[in-house]
């Protein structure tokens, strides 16, 4: 069975930045695309950025250059670097496996607020 568990979220002032970390089990890890979502109160979830297995990275244009992804295959993890955060990227931040038909982490809450 594949778990993610999420970490590294919290309240950071706008211009802040925080460190989004994705812990996976399982061997499969190394061989599947991972994504990060985040879902903002009252709106759909979105999909924030997206690692391949050899590391081709894809973002969504609100994080292009102030986001970064990137996966560690030894130790299973695959991170979210936020830089220069803004009110609206406040959301809880969910890790994904693009494995079968997708597994979720539980997500971990972003704020961004002064």
């Known amino acids: 069975q594949v778990q993610l568990v999420e970490s590294g979220g919290g309240l950071v002032q706008p211009g802040g930045s925080l460190r989004l970390s994705c812990a996976a089990s399982?061997?499969?890890?190394?061989?599947?695309?991972m994504d990060w979502y985040r879902q903002a109160p009252g709106k759909e979830r979105e999909l924030v950025a997206t690692i391949s297995s050899v590391g081709t990275t894809r973002y969504a244009d609100s994080v292009k250059d102030r986001f970064y992804i990137s996966r560690t295959n030894a130790k299973n993890t695959v991170f979210l670097q936020m830089n220069n955060l803004k009110p609206d990227d406040s959301a809880v931040y969910y890790c994904h496996i693009q494995l079968n038909s997708g597994y979720w982490g539980q997500g971990t809450q972003v704020t961004v607020s002064s």
């Open positions: 399982g061997m499969i890890f190394r061989v599947a695309a």
